[in-house]
Nanobody, 132 residues
Framework: QVQLVESGGGLVQSGGSLRLSCEAS????????IGWFRQAPGKEREVVSCQSNSDGDQYYAESVKGRFTIARNDAKNTFYLQMNGLVPVDTAVYYC?????????????????????????WGRGTQVTVSS
């Protein structure tokens, strides 16, 4: 099972940017779907973004489209979430997730990657706090 460790969270003012990183160990990421989820206080964990394998589709929640970008560096076994234009409602614990999908699975995100059940490996989370 892949081990995932997030980093890059912190406190930022409204309008600022952060880049979250998720380093994977124990497997090669290139045939994994990757995802970012978040959980705000008192709310359920929700999907932020997902990417199927390296050539596969991407998904963004409507609330982050145009502001957040998911990216991966399979050679470094690391993937990222670049977050620009942060606003206070983005405050949450952010979790990275991964699921093996194989080299020909290009549409995993569209079909399964928008739910928690679509991912079997999770990081412990990193806090992002956006002040107004």
């Amino acid at each position: 099972q892949v081990q995932l460790v997030e980093s890059g969270g912190g406190l930022v003012q409204s309008g600022g940017s952060l880049r979250l990183s998720c380093e994977a160990s124990g497997v090669r990421l290139e045939n994994y779907a990757i995802g970012w989820f978040r959980q705000a206080p008192g709310k359920e964990r929700e999907v932020v973004s997902c990417q199927s394998n390296s050539d596969g589709d991407q998904y963004y929640a409507e609330s982050v489209k145009g502001r957040f970008t998911i990216a991966r560096n399979d050679a470094k076994n690391t993937f990222y979430l670049q977050m620009n234009g942060l606003v206070p409602v983005d405050t949450a614990v952010y979790y990275c997730a991964a699921e093996p999908v194989g080299p020909m699975t290009y549409y995993y995100c569209s079909n399964y990657g928008k739910t928690l059940q679509g991912f079997g490996s999770w990081g412990r989370g990193t806090q992002v706090t956006v002040s107004s």
